[in-house]
């Protein structure tokens, strides 16, 4: 199955703000809002960020957030910190009870 | 704190079938709130939604991945199991078992573990 395209990177000053996009279709990020995002430093596990396309789970910093137009859904990344630097998925529930990711961006921080 | 943990040979041979269960100690895998999956990352590649089950049975599948995937769940050992046959190359990856809230994410995450397929 396709996955939900993203930029293959990010980059921003520290103190700056970003956003990574992740486009979908009328068959997931378009039609649900169960858009989720991710997390991943190298060699670690994906750690979630947003859920249900705007929800932080507890102990997210505030300067992540997300949101949601049409097929396209948003990451951003606010008073960016070295820490900030990492790969990040976006997630969508898609039609017949199946999942998809995006493609992924590197994040980096100036 | 929860966390859940993957085990399982780290190489299979080609066409032979890849075997991994991931358990859940601290938490009921029972629990009616959760299902839980697995995923996948070729190194250096991006993430692939594998499959998922519920306590009950319930399971679903990537569609493509499905004629080639079997997820089982073992409640009496708190743990769920993933099989995936006809191996080749192209599976090589690192392999994570995850907590699913049903459509909405996937909330917890095991360290992962690498399989490579290779003779």
């Known amino acids: 199955q396709s996955a939900l395209i993203q930029p293959a990177s990010v980059s921003g000053s520290p103190g700056q703000s970003i956003t990574i996009s992740c486009t979908g279709t009328?068959?997931?990020?378009?039609?649900?809002?169960?858009v989720s995002w991710y997390q991943q430093h190298p060699g670690e596990a994906p750690k979630l960020m947003i859920y249900?396309?705007?929800n932080r789970p507890s102990g997210v910093s505030i300067r992540f957030s997300g949101s949601k137009s049409g097929d396209t859904a948003s990451l951003t990344i606010s008073g960016l910190q070295a820490e900030d630097e990492a790969d990040y998925y976006c997630?969508?529930?898609?039609?017949?009870?199946?999942?998809?990711f995006g493609t992924g961006t590197k994040v980096t921080v100036l | 704190q929860l966390q859940l943990q993957e085990s399982g040979p780290g190489l299979v041979k080609p066409s032979e079938t890849l075997s991994l269960t991931c358990t859940v100690p601290?938490?009921?895998?029972?629990?009616?709130?959760?299902?839980w999956g697995w995923i996948r990352q070729p190194p250096g590649k991006g993430l692939e939604y594998i499959g998922s089950?519920?306590?009950?049975?319930?399971?679903y599948y990537n569609p493509s991945l499905k004629s080639r995937v079997t997820i089982s769940v073992d409640t009496s050992k708190n743990r769920f199991s993933l099989k995936l046959s006809s191996v080749s190359a192209a599976d090589t990856a690192f392999y994570y078992c995850?907590?699913?809230?049903?459509?909405?994410?996937?909330?917890?995450w095991g360290q992962g573990t690498l399989v490579t397929v290779s003779s």
């Open positions: 089950i519920y306590y009950s049975g319930i399971t």
């Open positions: 601290g938490a009921s895998i029972s629990s009616p709130s959760y299902y």
């Open positions: 249900d396309v705007s």
């Open positions: 997630n969508s529930y898609r039609s017949g009870n199946t999942y998809v």
């Open positions: 995850a907590r699913l809230i049903w459509r909405e994410a996937f909330d917890l």
């Open positions: 009328n068959s997931d990020v378009g039609v649900y809002n169960y």
